[in-house]
Structure formats: C-alpha cells, structure tokens
C-alpha cells in the first residue's frame, strides 16, 4: 500500500495570503496525484488531477505541483470560500490511498 | 447535470448486515467505473472499493476484503455495496464517486451515514 502523508496538518493563514499544502508518497506515483477540497458538510470536490492540472470550472488561484514524491497544492491569493479541508490522493495503483488531510483555517 | 444519490444507510448491530444503493443521473452510467469512499467521524478520506463499467474488475480495500462487496446494475444505473460482519469501525458517512477513467474521483454523492452499534 502507498502511504501518502500530508503537512502540515493545519494551516493558519490570513485572506488574500498565498497558502502552501504538502503531499509525500511512500514511493513513486509519477503524476498520478489528485487533489481534493472538502467543505465541512459537503462531498469533496475535485480541484487537480496528473498533479497540475487543473479540473473543470477550478480557479486559476488553485495550482499543483511535483512528481515521483513530493507535490505542492498552492493557492495563490486565499478567499474566504477556500478555507476547507484538502485531501490528496493518489492513483498509480487500485489501492487509491488518500492523505490524511489538511485543514486551512482562517487566521 | 451528473447525480449521484445515496441511500441505505442506518443504524445496525455489531455484526449485521447493510446494503447502500446509488442512483445515478445526467450521464451515462454504463460507460464510468465507480468507486465507493467512507469517511469516519471527524477522519479522513478511506478509499473502500472500485467496480469497472462492465462489473468485470472489482477492488476492495484491505478492509473490506471478505465482508463487503461491490455491485452494479447498468440497466437501473446503480451501484451497490453490500456490508456483512459490520464492525464499530466501519461508522462512517459512504460515498459513491464517479472515476474519471482512473485519474479522479470527479463527481460525489452526498453520501449516506452507516453506525454500528453494539
């Protein structure tokens, strides 16, 4: 099983900052990395799939990175809607692993 | 519009046995794979099982292995899972997500809620 760990677990950061979310796989997925937004309440919500692109109708202030271990989700300039939980997951086996999150809370 | 909507979820004993059911619209179910997703209690995302479009490849998770099964029926544009052996541990909220060719999980039901108690 891929392990993937997320950091930090929690990020404080203030409306309009650029906000930096961390993904590490246990092994090399390539770029079969997704990234997801979950509200509290809601489904999650696709936002990057192939680890930089980018889903339909997703924001350009959303932006991913990497590849083989280490990825990068980035929001550029945070709104108050964008304050969730983000979850990577990835898909180089059937066994689609997600991380364990990360909370981006308002500071 | 692509829908998705669960239902089957409830209160069951340790040990019993539940059947979730998704009803899917707005795109033609018999052409995606689809995936089942649980997420406990204040936890994370938990991958719990993938069906291919033709029923012909079926995954389940480690723990789901011998208790759960995943089904579908094209005709009825549903997906199933069937849950025996429940433990406390599968207390969660499940989900039924579209699989966009394997890449991602584009598109969610609302996702049913399943406790057991003892």
């Known amino acids: 099983e891929i392990v993937m760990t997320q950091s930090p677990a929690t990020l404080s950061v203030s409306p309009g900052e650029r906000a930096t979310l961390s993904c590490r796989a246990s092994q090399s997925v390539g770029n079969t990395l997704t990234w997801y937004q979950q509200k509290p309440g809601q489904a999650p919500r696709l936002l990057i799939y192939?680890?930089?692109t980018r889903a339909t109708g997703i924001p350009a202030r959303f932006s991913g990175s990497g590849s083989g271990t280490e990825f990068t989700l980035t929001i550029s300039s945070l709104q108050s809607e964008d304050f969730a939980v983000y979850y990577c997951q990835q898909y180089n086996n059937w066994h689609r692993t997600f991380g364990q999150g990360t909370r981006v809370e308002i500071k | 519009e692509v829908q998705l909507v669960e239902s089957g979820g409830g209160l069951v004993q340790l040990g019993g046995s539940l059947r979730l059911s998704c009803v899917a619209s707005g795109f033609d179910f018999s052409s995606y794979e689809m995936n089942w997703v649980r997420q406990a209690p204040g936890k994370g995302l938990e991958w719990v099982s993938y069906?291919?479009?033709?029923?012909?490849?079926?995954y389940h998770a480690d723990s789901a292995k011998g208790r759960f099964t995943v089904s579908r029926d094209n005709a009825k544009n549903s997906l199933y899972l069937q849950m025996n052996s429940l433990r406390a541990e599968d207390t969660a909220i499940y989900y039924c997500?579209?699989?966009?060719?394997?890449?991602?999980?584009?598109?969610w039901g609302q996702g049913t809620l399943v406790t057991v108690s003892s």
């Open positions: 997500a579209r699989d966009d060719s394997g890449i991602a999980f584009d598109n």
């Open positions: 192939a680890a930089s």
């Open positions: 069906i291919s479009s033709t029923s012909r490849t079926i």
